[in-house]
């Protein structure tokens, strides 16, 4: 049963956790003397959703997420190498450098995939559920989407065809409190989004999506109904978006009292102080040193990799006779 | 061979690849126990279930969005739009979605779906029911878009559509279903990205795509009263294009006209005249002649819409024009 975490579990959801903030940092400073390409948009605060949640599906499962999805990415199983190359456009990045950070994918670990049109992740996970449903597979498709992506009007579309035909896809709502930088309460109609769950006859919860444990406790429970064929359900998870919208972000709309409110009950906190009921010091700080050490060798691997060189691609191409 | 309408040819099409193959489903307004606004999916649910022939809620973003990642997850979903007037909603998941795929994810995803619908005026349905949109959906590396005209190639070729593994855009016409023709028995596949030459000639080629086709044969018949022998070549695959058939035929008339249901600005005419200007200019003889709909929205009353749609006499009087 897949309700709470084993303590192995809940470490490892911590390990997963540390090394996206890792991920996170290094990007940051990266920017900062200019060496990265493109916005990125940081997920710093909010890693307890994209880890724990993925952490309940399995092997066959797929996710959809947003232009924020790195902590979904390394939930789901891909490396750092191949997802830090392609934040830097290298050959060796998940998808040769063709997709950029907020697309990427991993067909094979059921990333499929990161998406930066607002809202679109909604029917992507739905398609992927009603294509299960139609074969008979016995897997869920995940969508984590944004309280911004939720005002979308194919949101609506997407979630009453899914729960119309009882489709197994769970919705979870990354609530960060903003959408870019205007405040969820200046573009949503109601505080507590997932009660328009019930307009869809879909079970939904509340949870606070810094703490890991409730996370994976709720999404588990839902992704486990979706499997039964019991239909989709939404997790909304309250959390917030430490630093700015992306790299490109000015600043200006969050207050200090705010941020540092939301620091005080940061994620890797909160998991951290759970975990030292059950795990050593040593073992923790062990955990630590490998979380971090791991990321700085997969920078630095990423970095000295080779750029891609452009041409044509007839493989790609649909019209080629190949296809 | 057995003699039959365009909308059976396709249910025919629908019918046997859902036989053949279990990946393959149908979803879209009023197509399951209507059997579809056009009668095309008559049948299907009663033979195939509810799971695989699904009617939907008014959703055509959302159907068409989840039409690309079930294509990538394993089945063949055919989606019906019920008119192509209503693609521009469709738009986000063919523009940035199914065009993208496939290249920025390095070859890596199959996406074998197929958006069916219809366009095209002459039924008196307006303005916003009446469209052909073929240059909006041709213009999007990454689709197919096939527009057959005869009952045989709305079989042979949506067939083909459904076992390719990548989006095809199927353009049928509302003025085509109740076409007859023969259409050969068995499996028939007949392949993407040809174009079918239908009349022979020497003096001047027509090209033209779905509804237009026909009227570019009676065009054809009319020029040969006037002493003048037309080609009639069918586009049938609006993308991708068969340019050699294009040239192929210019070598011999030298003289080009050519036909879409579509607006004339930016439209698929507008691309064949640059293919051909890019392909073929030393054999042309005389400008390439456009007949398209003129740049405004259709009308709704007969002689308003019948008085601003292409048709047979204007493709004749632009070949008479071209050969001047
Ligand atoms: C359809 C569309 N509209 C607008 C944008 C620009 N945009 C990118 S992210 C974003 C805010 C999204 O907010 P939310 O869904 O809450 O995600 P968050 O950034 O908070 O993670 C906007 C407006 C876009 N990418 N796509
Ligand atoms: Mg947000």
């Not at chain 1, 200090?256 to 073992?283: F, H, M, N, Q």
């Not at chain 2, 009263?225 to 586009?235: M, N």
Request: glycine share 8%; with cysteine.
């Amino acid at each position: 049963m897949k309700n709470t975490p084993s303590v192995e579990e809940h470490l490892e959801i911590y390990r997963k956790m540390l090394m996206v903030r890792h991920l996170e940092e290094g990007l940051g400073a990266l920017h900062k003397e200019g060496r990265t390409r493109g916005p990125i948009h940081r997920c710093d605060g909010q890693e307890a959703v994209g880890i724990a949640a993925t952490a309940v599906l399995e092997a066959g499962d797929k996710v959809t997420t947003t232009h924020r999805g790195h902590a979904v990415y390394i939930g789901k199983g891909m490396e750092l190498r191949p997802v830090i190359a392609e934040i830097f456009g290298r050959e060796t990045g998940a998808c040769a450098g063709r997709a950029g950070h907020m697309l990427v994918a991993d067909v094979e670990k059921g990333v499929i995939g990161g998406n930066a049109i607002v809202g679109a992740g909604i029917p992507a996970a739905t398609g992927m559920a009603l294509s299960m449903q139609v074969m008979g597979q016995p897997n869920v498709a995940m969508c984590v989407f944004g309280d911004g992506a939720a005002q979308t009007g194919i949101c609506h579309e997407a979630m009453n065809m899914a729960a119309l035909w009882k489709l197994p896809v769970v919705f979870v709502l990354e609530h960060n409190q903003f959408g870019l930088t205007v405040p969820s309460d200046v573009q949503s109609s109601v505080k507590d989004i997932s009660i328009r769950a019930a307009g869809y006859g879909m079970p939904s919860e509340i949870v606070d999506g810094n703490d890991a444990v409730a996370v994976y406790r709720a999404v588990g429970a839902m992704a486990e109904r979706a499997r039964r064929g019991e239909g989709p359900g939404m997790i909304e998870c309250k959390t917030y978006r430490l630093e700015g919208f992306s790299t490109s972000d000015m600043g200006g709309y969050q207050t200090k009292e705010e941020i540092a409110a939301w620091k005080a009950r940061d994620p890797l906190k909160i998991s951290r102080d759970a975990l030292t009921a059950d795990v050593d010091e040593a073992k923790l700080v062990e955990v630590e040193a490998k979380a971090k050490a791991d990321v700085d060798e997969a920078f630095a691997t990423a970095l000295s990799d080779p750029m891609p060189q452009f041409a044509i691609d007839e493989a790609c191409n649909p019209y080629s006779e190949a296809h | 061979m057995a003699l039959m309408r365009y909308a059976e040819a396709l249910n025919a099409a629908l019918r046997e690849e859902m036989a053949a193959d279990p990946s393959v489903f149908l979803f879209g307004e009023d197509i399951g126990r209507y059997g579809g606004v056009f009668k095309v999916t008559k049948g299907l649910m009663e033979e195939f279930g509810e799971s695989r022939v699904r009617d939907t809620p008014i959703s055509e973003q959302a159907m068409t969005a989840m039409a690309v990642t079930a294509a990538m997850t394993g089945t063949r979903p055919v989606l019906e739009i019920m008119y192509a007037d209503f693609i521009p909603l469709s738009l986000d998941a063919l523009v940035n979605q199914a065009s993208i795929y496939n290249y920025i994810w390095d070859g890596k995803v199959k996406m074998p779906f197929v958006l069916r619908t219809q366009g095209g005026g002459g039924s008196g349905a307006g303005a916003q029911h009446s469209k052909a949109l073929d240059s909006m959906l041709a213009h999007i590396p990454g689709i197919k878009v096939v527009a057959p005209s005869t009952p045989a190639d709305a079989k042979g070729m949506l067939k083909a559509a459904i076992r390719d593994d990548q989006p095809v855009v199927f353009l049928e016409h509302k003025l085509l279903y109740n076409v007859r023709g023969e259409v050969p028995d068995g499996d028939i596949i007949v392949p993407l990205g040809k174009a079918a030459t239908l009349r022979e000639g020497k003096d001047v080629s027509l090209f033209a795509t779905s509804k237009m086709v026909v009227e570019a044969v009676k065009a054809a018949d009319l020029l040969q009263a006037d002493g003048i022998s037309a080609e009639v070549i069918d586009l049938r695959s609006l993308r991708p294009l068969d340019v050699n058939a294009i040239v192929t035929s210019i070598s011999k008339t030298h003289h080009a006209v050519v036909v879409n249901e579509g607006w004339r600005f930016c439209g698929y005419a507008a691309e064949l005249s640059a293919t051909i200007m890019d392909f073929a200019f030393d054999e042309l003889d005389a400008p390439v002649a456009r007949v398209t709909l003129p740049d405004m929205p259709i009308p709704y009353s007969e002689p308003l819409e019948i008085a601003m749609l292409p048709n047979a006499d204007k493709i004749r009087a632009a070949a008479l024009a071209t050969l001047k």
